[in-house]
């Protein structure tokens, strides 16, 4: 690959599981449909190979532009940076094209029984030291429970229990601009993507969440619930998903939200009062189908079921879903695959770079940036479902391909070859061994200075 330096070498095992990836999904003509073109330099297919191995070489593009040969990572560094800030590649057609191609494979190696969803959270990216970043914003962080520079990252994914596959993203920014640090460039065109996506950044996170939505059933993803925590379970947000087609399952707060039975409204904990529960061991402690209400004043029914909280023994958590005709267990059940998009933040934090691999100040970069990401996460998901031990973690992948990437360098190539070259001249021509190794002395001065310096650094190791 002439984008990377030819100095440094690395395992092919690891080369060709994300090269495989790239064309049994067909990321090439993925980045075709988005509209990313070659106009000069390297295709953008090379800059994408690039960026997808760049975590696992354990070291940033600029490291490698000073270890490598500068005359050829100089120039990539300026076509991967202009790649990243193109407006006019659509991020969101690449991501959910080569999303969705996944999900045929993992849908195909899955059973009927098993219910696939969507899953939907958004997470922290925090900037803390972007000043002049497009549309970073004040964000309040719900783990720290106090206010951070940066996006609010909201994401929708698929997931079968076992694989999770990020589908779309939109770095959310603030709609109130005395909480932005930093406003969008004026030489952005709104009809490109980049200027659309950068409107979407200032829109309410449900309304944005519906687009990725709809875009989801165009697309046409293998499922058919939708599933999020109690931040998003609210009566006209889980209607408005079922108008595009989807069912809702989520967790509910304790609010003042009201519910509807027999005609007469009640609170989540009223109701739970007013209903008689179930004796024994049972899986959940209530079930009851309600009428739930939009803005408007329309209603549809929905399934409210009440579970005992592990932590309080006393206390209850309640999942509504709007598909009545699920059991409790299948609900529960159903729910628990919501987990999967929680780890795929952490290995994406922890390993995959989502934070601090590049500084740059546009806002098409960072969205550039979390595609390529999203991308490393979906390698790790073919891996791991091809692989018989479903335990192996996305974490305990990462280690292995960077151990890979790292097993076998040019110097110790360079010395393993001088060894073997040595044994065969003493074993073909029948001379002494100190006659070899004189010769073997005479061709190693005649080598290059800086494959000496390798080869006698690993020498004396």
């Not at 407006?87 to 959910?96: A, D, E, G, P, S």
Request: aromatic share 12%; charged share 25%.
């Amino acid at each position: 690959m002439k984008i990377i330096a030819e100095s440094l070498v690395y395992e092919q095992e690891l080369i060709s599981s994300i090269k495989g990836f790239i064309k049994n999904f067909s990321v090439g003509s993925a980045l075709r449909q988005s509209n990313a073109y070659k106009c000069k330099g390297y295709s953008p297919l090379s800059i994408v190979l690039y960026l997808l191995q760049l975590v696992f070489m354990r070291m940033s593009m600029y490291r490698d532009s000073i270890n490598g040969e500068k005359s050829v990572v100089d120039k990539s560094r300026d076509a991967v940076y202009r790649f990243m800030r193109s407006n006019h590649i659509n991020w969101n057609t690449f991501l959910f094209t080569v999303a969705t191609r996944v999900c045929v494979w993992v849908d195909s190696l899955t059973s009927e029984e098993r219910m696939s969803a969507m899953v939907l959270d958004d997470t922290l990216l925090e900037r803390p030291f972007s000043k002049k970043l497009e549309l970073v914003s004040r964000v309040f962080d719900h783990t720290d429970r106090k206010y951070k520079r940066g996006f609010r990252s909201l994401f929708l994914g698929w997931t079968d229990g076992a694989t999770f596959l990020p589908m779309a993203f939109r770095h959310m920014s603030s709609s109130d601009e005395k909480n932005r640090y930093c406003e969008s460039s004026e030489n952005t065109d709104n009809r490109t993507f980049g200027g659309r996506a950068k409107k979407e950044a200032v829109m309410k996170s449900t309304d944005v969440a519906l687009r990725m939505l709809g875009d989801a059933k165009k697309y046409g993803v293998a499922a058919k619930y939708v599933l999020f925590d109690s931040w998003f379970t609210h009566p006209t947000f889980v209607m408005d998903i079922h108008g595009i087609g989807f069912h809702s399952v989520g967790r509910l707060k304790n609010s003042k939200t009201r519910y509807w039975l027999n005609e007469q409204a009640y609170t989540l904990k009223e109701l739970y009062a007013s209903c008689k529960k179930r004796r024994g061991r049972s899986k959940y402690l209530l079930s009851v189908v309600v009428s739930i209400q939009n803005n408007t004043g329309e209603r549809m029914q929905a399934r409210i079921v009440y579970v005992r909280d592990r932590s309080k023994r006393k206390n209850w958590i309640a999942f509504l879903c709007t598909d009545t005709e699920l059991s409790e267990e299948q609900i529960i059940e159903l729910y628990g695959k919501r987990w999967s998009i929680e780890v795929f933040f952490k290995t994406c934090k922890s390993y995959l770079r989502f934070t601090g691999e590049f500084q740059q100040i546009s806002y098409a970069s960072i969205t550039a940036h979390t595609s390529i990401v999203a991308i490393r996460y979906m390698i790790f998901a073919v891996e791991q479902r091809k692989n018989t031990d479903l335990r192996r973690t996305p974490g305990d992948l990462f280690h292995m391909f960077t151990d890979e990437a790292k097993d076998i360098e040019l110097h110790e190539v360079l010395a393993v070859l001088i060894n073997e070259l040595t044994k065969l001249v003493c074993g073909v021509t029948g001379l002494d061994d100190s006659v070899c190794q004189k010769l073997m002395d005479e061709f190693f001065l005649s080598l290059p200075s800086h494959i000496r310096c390798l080869v006698s650094k690993h020498s004396s190791a």
